[in-house]
């Protein structure tokens, strides 16, 4: 049953925003078998950054319809990097290379693992956590070499 319902909320958020929906990169299409099991972003983000990724999608999407891009607009990789989202595409208006960068610059205040306002960060492997996922969480020789946002 779970699956079943997943299943229809990748289907709505796609109807929504029709870039979340995987295509192959090569001929753009997608693929046959696609059934909504997953959106694009989902597994290539941290877990409590998809919230800010949704919303991140919502206020690009006027502005592609406004350029008359929202068809043609296609994210070709997304994932953390240095501690913060990174969103790569396959050309857009100025508009929404503005905003990918607003919510790739907030990114780093909002925890990875749930969500929450990030109160730190992590050196090394850079990483942002909220006070209840750093205890919690993490290995205490992260804990050790983190700094307070």
């Not at 877990?47 to 006027?62: A, T």
């Not at 492997?125 to 700094?147: R, T």
């Amino acid at each position: 049953m779970a699956d079943w319902v997943e299943r229809q909320i990748n289907k709505k958020l796609c109807e929504q925003f029709p870039y979340l929906v995987p295509r192959n990169v090569f001929t753009d299409k997608i693929p046959e078998d696609y059934d909504y099991d997953y959106i694009r972003g989902e597994y290539e983000l941290p877990d409590g950054w998809f919230d800010l990724f949704l919303q991140m999608c919502e206020d690009i999407k006027q502005p592609l319809v406004d350029a008359n891009y929202l068809e043609k607009f296609r994210f070709s990789q997304i994932k953390e990097k240095y501690g913060t989202m990174r969103c790569y595409v396959f050309g857009a208006p100025e508009e929404v290379h503005n905003i990918l960068h607003k919510y790739e610059y907030l990114s780093q205040f909002v925890c990875e693992i749930c969500g929450k306002p990030a109160k730190y960060v992590t050196s090394g492997w850079i990483g942002s956590y909220c006070e209840d996922c750093i205890k919690n969480e993490l290995k205490p020789e992260y804990i050790n070499e983190c700094e307070t946002l």
